[in-house]
Nanobody, 115 residues
Framework: GQLVESGGGVVQPGGSLRLSCTTS????????MSWYRQAPGKERELVAV????????NYADAVKGRFTISRDNAENTVYLQMNSLKPEDTAVYYC?????????WGQGTQVTVSS
């Protein structure tokens, strides 16, 4: 399977970005999809996850109320809408797909929040 993230960039504090992760090579609708991030010198952390069935979502406490994960099974794409961005949101954001023993990672997209 392949995952390709896009939508990263440089934004001022308080701004918004929408990340996209376009996938291929596996049955997207069966997979739980997640966004992770990794800041310099820190471990990779889970940001948000959306389940395959029913699209139930969960978020890290640090992003609750500001970020929204969604998926379009017809387009094999998962999104991360990020609002009210803070400097501490600066990181490389990775898309992750998991179903049973199978999982795939994207290559990451850089998000920088700076004035």
């Amino acid at each position: 399977g392949q995952l390709v993230e896009s939508g990263g960039g440089v934004v001022q504090p308080g701004g918004s970005l929408r990340l996209s992760c376009t996938t291929s090579g596996f049955t997207f609708s069966s997979y739980a999809m997640s966004w992770y991030r990794q800041a310099p010198g820190k471990e990779r952390e889970l940001v948000a996850v959306i389940r395959s069935a029913g699209s139930r979502t969960n978020y890290a406490d640090a992003v609750k109320g500001r970020f929204t994960i969604s998926r379009d099974n017809a387009e094999n794409t998962v999104y991360l809408q990020m609002n009210s961005l803070k400097p501490e949101d600066t990181a490389v954001y990775y898309c992750y797909a998991k179903f049973g023993p199978n999982d795939y990672w994207g290559q990451g997209t850089q998000v920088t929040v700076s004035s």
